[in-house]
């Protein structure tokens, strides 16, 4: 079955440290893969997004994601994190031919102590 | 402003009295989608629809009702809610193509007693 997996569950980091997230999918075929992000008390909210072309993408405030296809991976990642990058982040994937339907990894929880 | 709605934000509610939430979105969009979020299982989606009339079962539909009379509109249906419904939710709306990103909802914080 499809799944993504996101190794990290809970990340704590310290501010100007530098940030990678793990998000790994089983599928074989295209896709399009997405990060969102979401702020305590907040919805989720897109961060970036690859579908084709620059497999280096990047997103807002800072983050980029980097897909790596013969590693099945998209990987988020901020050179230096601030204590407002608190937050929750989902990896997301959607496979070419099941257009509207994402398959979800279970999130990262990352905490940025000032 | 380009947004999705959902209301109520927070509701207390007891075991087996109906109740809809509503969400409404003013994008034109195509696809909606129902999600339940609980604590290490992440995003669950409930059900979806990929236009008016047009509704199909997520990964997590038991317990749950959708309809999409109108292109907006998409609320959720409970009803009989029970305790294993206390949850957090989210609409989401997406323009139809595999590229494009969904958009949330601020989400209904709902406790069955």
């Known amino acids: 079955a499809q799944s993504v997996s996101q190794h990290n569950h809970h990340v704590i980091l310290s501010e100007a440290a530098s940030l990678e997230l793990g998000c790994n999918y089983s599928y074989g075929g295209t896709v399009n893969l997405f990060w969102y992000v979401q702020y305590p008390g907040q919805h989720l909210q897109l961060l970036l997004k690859y579908f084709s072309g620059d497999p280096l993408v990047k997103g807002i405030k800072g983050f980029e994601a980097e897909f790596i296809k013969s590693k099945f991976s998209f990987n988020l990642r901020k050179p230096s994190v601030q204590w407002s990058d608190t937050a929750e982040y989902f990896c997301?994937?959607?496979?070419?031919?099941?257009?509207?339907?994402?398959?979800w990894g279970l999130g990262t929880s990352l905490a940025v102590n000032p | 402003e380009a947004q999705v709605t959902q209301n109520p934000r927070y509701l207390i509610t007891v075991t087996g009295k109906k109740l809809t939430v509503t969400c409404s979105q003013n994008m034109n969009h195509e696809y909606m989608s129902w999600y339940r979020q609980d604590p290490g299982l992440g995003l669950r989606q409930i059900y979806y629809?990929?236009?008016?009339?047009?509704?199909d079962k997520g990964d997590v539909p038991e317990g749950y009702k959708v309809s999409r009379k109108e292109k907006r509109n998409f609320p959720l249906i409970l009803e009989s809610p029970s305790p294993n419904q206390t949850s957090l939710y989210f609409c989401?709306?997406?323009?139809?193509?595999?590229?494009?990103?969904?958009?949330f909802g601020p989400g209904t914080r709902l406790t069955v007693l």
């Open positions: 997301a994937v959607k496979t070419a031919g099941n257009n509207r339907k994402l398959i």
């Open positions: 989401a709306s997406q323009l139809a193509g595999d590229h494009n990103e969904q958009f």
């Open positions: 629809s990929m236009n008016v009339e047009v509704t």
